[in-house]
Nanobody, 114 residues
Framework: QVQLVESGGGLVQPGGSLRLSCAAS???????MAWYRQAPGKERELVAH???????NYADFVNGRFTISRDNAENTVYLQMNSLKPEDTAVYYC?????????WGQGTQVTVSS
């Protein structure tokens, strides 16, 4: 079973940037991968996804601020987040876009606050 480990979160001021990483313990090159987030008291939501060929798509709220990418050789997925807003505060997770999903990792906390 592939294990997912997210990292790169932290505390950042509004307007700042973070780069999240998701390292998979096994091969994911054939899977469409996605970043999700869950804010306190809210359901988990899709942020962005990328297929094996590098085609990506984003939730409307991203509005050009985030970029998802992947390194198939390293089994890693990234999320570059710029122009962060307080409403981006959440725990960010990566996983397969489609079923069956992998076991969820612990996520990485992103807090946007002045």
């Amino acid at each position: 079973q592939v294990q997912l480990v997210e990292s790169g979160g932290g505390l950042v001021q509004p307007g700042g940037s973070l780069r999240l990483s998701c390292a998979a313990s096994g091969t994911i090159f054939s899977r469409s991968m996605a970043w999700y987030r869950q804010a306190p008291g809210k359901e988990r939501e899709l942020v962005a996804h990328i297929n094996s060929g590098g085609y990506s798509n984003y939730a409307d709220f991203v509005n050009g601020r985030f970029t998802i990418s992947r390194d198939n050789a390293e089994n890693t997925v990234y999320l570059q987040m710029n122009s962060l807003k307080p409403e981006d505060t959440a725990v960010y997770y990566c996983n397969s876009l489609n079923w069956p999903k992998f076991s969820w990792g612990q996520g990485t906390q992103v807090t946007v606050s002045s």
